[in-house]
């Protein structure tokens, strides 16, 4: 044993508790589908996250069905169902979990004043019973229960104290006290767990949680500073998507812990070498891209521009990094493919660079890659990251793009002809439009008719020079729920028209789970 794996061994263990399939998965337009959630999830196993959310089973049949499939899945992780403290929850709940080797329920309701009255119109005494019946409930599937109390931040301490020792007496191992609305400060957070330890007499037997959001841009801070008060389980997502401004920042808790073992004296199980690879996986799968400056795993966390700091870089990297872009899954070297690589160097490269593709996919992907080799003179690890990621998410639509021809240039109207591949038939339309993307977008509803309107349309390059990659990102709005749609391709429209079509794809997803919801409801 290593004399760091000696020293890291005496520290207290802080769990790893991802919400991203479950809370993430709440970001208005970041839906995944069940194929994409199973993916993310066998990610999260396999680079040692402890508790994986995978989800809401009482939301939906779709929720439940990818909960219970997650955990016939899952190797290494506890994998945990999120559910209100009604009964009817519960047992949708328990059995959502049935298939995992180890389960847990994650029972939540609303302990401020605020929420109890307005949002539950319930007294303090109802929420209370309503908490032990609920863990009851779920300690007859599960000895693995988590209690949240939702609005934790914004709760009378006395009320607190109570229901919290309450939640223990009736069986909760795990108490959450989450900052639901990203309202406190660090300060307040430790000291808000320093009180309830020292006062709920029995807090000695449950793992206390943190949950934080981002709303002051303070979550992994508190995360933080609620370990220091006592908690020993972090709730997070990759990226740190979610509601609103969203949740703490898996990558970002991790390598903080990582980076400052002198303050943060705590042992974190996930392999940080998987971070990256995650990161862009939740990216692609999401459609919601990376900011340029995240810490982490943003594409200019390890760049250097400014002359002062390429002088330093130049001499010692430690000059300007505190971790190595490899401590993180990022590599150094990135021009290491090209148009002579043959099959197995580009499966072995995707090896490297955490994917493991099935041998159709591994084709689909190796083609588009040759395609690329030959249109492009550099072939760097982000436009084969942007191609496979591209390939992944559109696996399985019954909408792809086949070809496209367009006509631009000062002397107008732009036209486009596209084929679509819809559901096996190959269909061609020709349509004009005020500028070549426009006259792209008309093909489609030509060829896919629809109501939905176009929120945004995004465009950025994968890598620099003028031969980049373009990653185009659109998202698509209909009868109130909103998808984001990727596509890339050196050549900026081929990525336009995939995007488009990508955000139909999944449109047509959320129309299939509203119709099947009708239909239960009646």
């Not at 900052?179 to 449950?206: H, L």
């Amino acid at each position: 044993m290593s004399t760091q794996t000696s020293q890291r061994s005496n520290k207290d263990k802080v769990l790893i508790f991802d919400t991203t399939l479950r809370d993430g998965e709440q970001c208005p337009g970041a839906t995944m589908t069940f194929d994409e959630k199973l993916e993310v999830a066998d990610l999260l196993d396999s680079m040692g996250v402890d508790i994986i959310e995978a989800g809401f089973p009482a939301a939906s049949d779709g929720d439940f069905e990818s909960v219970a499939e997650i955990a016939r899945r899952a190797k290494n992780a506890v994998i945990a169902g999120l559910s209100r403290t009604g009964l009817a929850d519960i047992d949708r709940c328990g059995e959502a979990i049935k298939p995992a080797r180890r389960g847990r329920i994650h029972t939540f309701i609303s302990t401020s004043p605020l929420h109890m009255s307005v949002k539950l119109g319930m007294t303090p005494e109802q929420v209370l019973q309503s908490t032990i019946d609920a863990v009851t409930r779920a300690r007859s599937y599960t000895d693995d229960v988590e209690w949240s109390a939702e609005d934790a931040t914004r709760t009378e301490m006395d009320f607190m104290c109570r229901i919290v020792e309450a939640a223990i007496k009736a069986g909760a191992t795990t108490i959450n006290l989450p900052d639901t609305v990203g309202y406190t400060t660090p300060q307040e957070y430790q000291a808000m767990f320093e009180t309830v330890r020292a006062r709920v007499p029995n807090s000695d037997k449950a793992i206390f949680s943190v949950h934080c959001h981002n709303d002051l841009g303070m979550a992994v801070a508190n995360s933080l500073a609620g370990v220091a008060g006592g908690a020993r389980q972090i709730e997070c997502t990759v990226n740190g998507i979610g509601e609103r401004a969203g949740n703490a920042s898996l990558e970002e808790i991790v390598m903080a812990v990582r980076t400052r073992g002198d303050v943060l004296p705590y042992e974190i199980g996930v392999e940080t070498t998987m971070l990256n690879r995650a990161s862009k996986l939740v990216a692609a799968v999401t459609s919601f891209p990376v900011q340029y400056n995240k810490a982490i795993v943003g594409r200019n966390a390890f760049a250097h521009e400014s002359g002062i700091h390429q002088h330093g870089m130049l001499k010692s990297a430690l000059t300007y990094e505190i971790m190595t872009p490899e401590s993180v899954g990022v590599s150094k070297t990135s021009l290491v493919m090209g148009k002579h690589s043959g099959r197995a160097a580009f499966r072995e490269k995707l090896k490297e660079m955490g994917y493991d593709l099935g041998e159709n996919a591994l084709n689909d992907a190796f083609r588009r890659f040759k395609d690329l080799a030959d249109r492009k003179k550099i072939v760097y690890d982000e436009d084969i990251a942007a191609l496979v990621d591209d390939e992944i998410v559109t696996a399985n639509d019954r909408v792809r793009v086949v070809a496209l021809t367009v006509i631009a240039g000062t002397n107008g109207p732009q036209s486009a002809a596209l084929t679509l591949d819809i559901d096996g038939d190959k269909r061609t339309h020709q349509a004009t439009g005020n500028g070549p993307v426009d006259a792209i977008f008309n093909a489609v509803r030509a060829l896919v008719p629809h109501s939905a309107t176009l929120e945004l349309y995004q465009v950025h390059a994968v890598t620099g020079g003028t031969d980049a990659q373009a990653e185009v990102s659109v998202r698509l709005s209909e009868d109130g729920r909103s998808v984001t749609g990727k596509g890339a391709d050196p050549d900026t429209l081929v990525a336009s028209a995939r995007a488009y079509v990508a955000a139909l794809n999944k449109l047509e997803i959320n129309r299939a789970r509203g119709k099947a919801g009708a239909l239960r409801a009646t």
